[in-house]
């Protein structure tokens, strides 16, 4: 394969084990902090969550960690609030839906991405990698999916936030390569329209779908401490996810995703000993064959050509391994979340249910 190519596998892995890593621990973090400690307000957690990690990449660029490289401002202007707008629309079918409801929601991101790249960038995926990701959308389905209750508004707020997190998505990918800017360049630049747009709107958000004011809440150290460890983890996902999906695509972002919420599961029952059924069981296992099948299909499928494009895309400093896209000064890496809303809480945010 080449020095080149293990340079990319190696940024690669350390991109999607960190990812894993972090997501599972700030769902772990967020769950204490909303069911045990009554802190619901996810919407407004998310933008402290953006503001802390863009506090933590301007101390990483003073110490010259990476290099500020500017480029189109109303595309990173765009992206940023688009990016908000996709977590608030996440909370708000989270309210207005069945917990089922929306767990159908975050499955339907994968086929509306793979539609939305076959149809505006000519992508194309193989029946074997159509097959695989079925697979990994049933298990999945059949683990998390419990009641369907439809409703108008709750329809129509699904739509658009599976729209508009998709196109997020697809962007976060297209954008690092277009303007060859590296994920650690990109989230620097877009995290103050992302945080400015949740600040706005999170308090009314929250106070709409919770009946209870975020200003009121009775902070007490314990709140505190979690809040603060939630906002610090925070960083590792936020950057994770413009990584992972920079190195790989929005699809393989999803998969990850969905094997996120399978590890959740699991550890809710290990460490919190949540509800667990056969159903939750055989759908772990089924969504779990699917994951294998979409990694052996796309390692088998980029191997006639990672000659090739993956040379390419090494030369352009879009691959460069993990470490140095986070540690060194290079200016050319490559670039969280469901959670759960469950992109994560109770309510959704890319961080409370990864």
Same mark, same amino acid.
């Given at each position: 394969?080449?020095?080149?190519?293990?340079?990319?596998?190696?940024?690669?892995?350390?991109?999607?084990?960190?990812?894993?890593?972090?997501?599972?621990?700030?769902?772990?973090?967020?769950? @204490?902090?909303?069911?045990?400690?009554?802190?619901?307000?996810?919407?407004?957690?998310?933008?402290?969550?953006?503001?802390?990690?863009?506090?933590?990449?301007?101390?990483?660029?003073?110490?010259?960690?990476?290099?500020?490289?500017?480029?189109? @401002?109303?595309?990173?202007?765009?992206?940023?609030?688009?990016?908000?707008?996709?977590?608030?629309?996440?909370?708000?079918?989270?309210?207005?839906?069945?917990?089922?409801?929306?767990?159908?929601?975050?499955? @339907?991101?994968?086929?509306?991405?793979?539609?939305?790249?076959?149809?505006?960038?000519?992508?194309?995926?193989?029946?074997?990698?159509?097959?695989?990701?079925?697979?990994?959308?049933?298990?999945?389905?059949?683990?998390?999916?419990?009641?369907?209750?439809?409703?108008?508004?709750?329809?129509?707020?699904?739509?658009?936030?599976?729209?508009?997190?998709?196109?997020?998505?697809?962007?976060?990918?297209?954008?690092?390569?277009?303007?060859?800017?590296?994920?650690?360049?990109?989230?620097?630049?877009?995290?103050?329209?992302?945080?400015?747009?949740?600040?706005?709107?999170?308090?009314?958000?929250?106070?709409?779908?919770?009946?209870?004011?975020?200003?009121?809440?009775?902070?007490?150290?314990?709140?505190?401490?979690?809040?603060?460890?939630?906002?610090?983890?925070?960083?590792?996902?936020?950057?994770?996810?413009?990584?992972?999906?920079?190195?790989?695509?929005?699809?393989?972002y999803q998969v990850l995703g969905h094997l996120?919420?399978?590890?959740?599961? @699991?550890?809710?029952?290990?460490?919190?000993?949540?509800?667990?059924?056969?159903?939750?069981?055989?759908?772990?296992?089924?969504?779990?064959?699917?994951?294998?099948?979409?990694?052996?299909?796309?390692?088998?499928?980029?191997?006639?050509?990672?000659?090739?494009?993956?040379?390419?895309?090494?030369?352009?400093?879009?691959?460069?391994?993990?470490?140095?896209?986070?540690?060194?000064?290079?200016?050319?890496?490559?670039?969280?979340?469901?959670?759960?809303?469950?992109?994560?809480?109770?309510?959704?945010?890319?961080?409370?249910?990864?």
């Open positions: 394969m080449g020095v080149a190519g293990e340079k990319f596998q190696l940024g690669t892995v350390g991109a999607l084990s960190l990812s894993v890593v972090s997501s599972v621990s700030i769902v772990i973090c967020n769950k @204490a902090l909303m069911s045990a400690l009554g802190f619901i307000f996810a919407t407004t957690l998310t933008s402290w969550h953006l503001l802390v990690t863009f506090c933590s990449l301007h101390v990483a660029l003073c110490l010259k960690f990476f290099e500020h490289k500017p480029f189109d @401002a109303r595309t990173v202007m765009g992206f940023g609030v688009l990016n908000g707008i996709s977590i608030g629309l996440l909370n708000l079918s989270l309210g207005f839906n069945s917990v089922g409801f929306y767990q159908m929601t975050k499955l @339907a991101i994968i086929p509306c991405t793979v539609i939305l790249e076959t149809l505006f960038f000519r992508k194309k995926f193989s029946r074997y990698i159509q097959l695989s990701l079925s697979v990994l959308l049933f298990g999945v389905g059949v683990a998390t999916v419990t009641d369907l209750q439809l409703n108008a508004m709750g329809s129509v707020l699904s739509l658009l936030a599976i729209v508009t997190t998709c196109i997020a998505q697809i962007m976060t990918n297209t954008i690092q390569k277009k303007f060859k800017v590296s994920s650690t360049q990109l989230l620097y630049q877009s995290c103050p329209y992302q945080a400015l747009t949740l600040f706005v709107v999170g308090p009314f958000l929250d106070g709409f779908l919770t009946n209870k004011n975020v200003f009121a809440f009775d902070y007490t150290p314990q709140v505190l401490f979690f809040i603060v460890l939630s906002c610090l983890i925070s960083v590792s996902v936020n950057f994770s996810t413009f990584l992972v999906i920079g190195k790989t695509s929005p699809v393989t996120k919420t399978c590890l959740v599961l @699991a550890f809710g029952y290990v460490l919190l000993h949540d509800p667990f059924s056969w159903r939750n069981i055989l759908g772990i296992l089924i969504a779990v064959i699917g994951m294998g099948l979409y990694s052996y299909f796309c390692t088998r499928e980029t191997k006639p050509t990672e000659a090739s494009p993956q040379v390419t895309q090494v030369k352009e400093g879009e691959s460069d391994p993990l470490i140095s896209d986070s540690l060194s000064s290079a200016e050319n890496g490559a670039a969280a979340a469901d959670d759960e809303p469950l992109k994560v809480p109770m309510w959704s945010s890319k961080y409370a249910r990864a």
